[in-house]
């Protein structure tokens, strides 16, 4: 049976739940295509069965902040998913700050180990820098998932070279975190 990944794409394009802008992208843009680009690869992939939060770019889910998380999360536990994968793009007032990060809610973990395989991968595919796995349990989409859960910060809105490759590479990104997951299973890609 193939292994099921619930793909969460951060973010409404508009009203509750919107995300960061910087050098003139929107994180809900930018993940959307990066999480349907993954999508791809892993429903390509016999070994892989994937399903996204957002199946349209103009999707909107729940009707408030902690609606739209809580919308995320039940589709995920529902399905059931055994992996979810949040996508996100972060952003800092301080524009040299670059790179990119996982979130999970507990170290050494099943998504702790999964957090680090996709994050060597993510940054070997899209050359950002690694600012590590760290810790956040206070994430609503990694305490209340069934399924080991991470939420990956791609790179940086705020930062001009992270935004380039965020503009210009999203199917890298994808990329990376497609074989951070072969990896972490130990499959060779087909």
């Not at 739209?68 to 524009?95: G, K």
């Not at 790179?155 to 210009?168: F, H, I, P, V, W």
């Amino acid at each position: 049976m193939p292994i099921r990944i619930f793909i969460d794409q951060g973010h409404n394009p508009s009203g509750p739940n919107a995300g960061a802008e910087g050098n003139g992208l929107r994180e809900q843009d930018v993940t959307y295509n990066v999480g349907i680009y993954l999508a791809e690869l892993l429903n390509d992939d016999p070994r892989f069965t994937a399903r996204t939060s957002r199946t349209t770019p103009t999707e909107s889910l729940g009707t408030s902040n902690a609606g739209s998380l809580q919308q995320r999360v039940s589709m995920a536990n529902s399905w059931p998913a055994d992996y979810f994968v949040s996508i996100h793009c972060n952003s800092n007032t301080n524009p040299a700050i670059n790179g990119s990060e996982v979130y999970v809610y507990q170290t050494y973990t099943q998504a702790y180990w999964l957090a680090q395989h996709i994050l060597n991968s993510l940054v070997a595919q899209a050359g950002t820098r690694d600012n590590g796995v760290r810790l956040n349990p206070s994430l609503y989409v990694l305490r209340r998932t069934a399924m080991p859960a991470v939420l990956v910060e791609l790179g940086y809105l705020s930062n001009t070279e992270d935004a380039r490759k965020l503009r210009d590479d999203q199917p890298g990104f994808a990329r990376g975190i497609y074989y951070g997951l072969l990896s972490y299973f130990g499959f060779r890609p087909v």
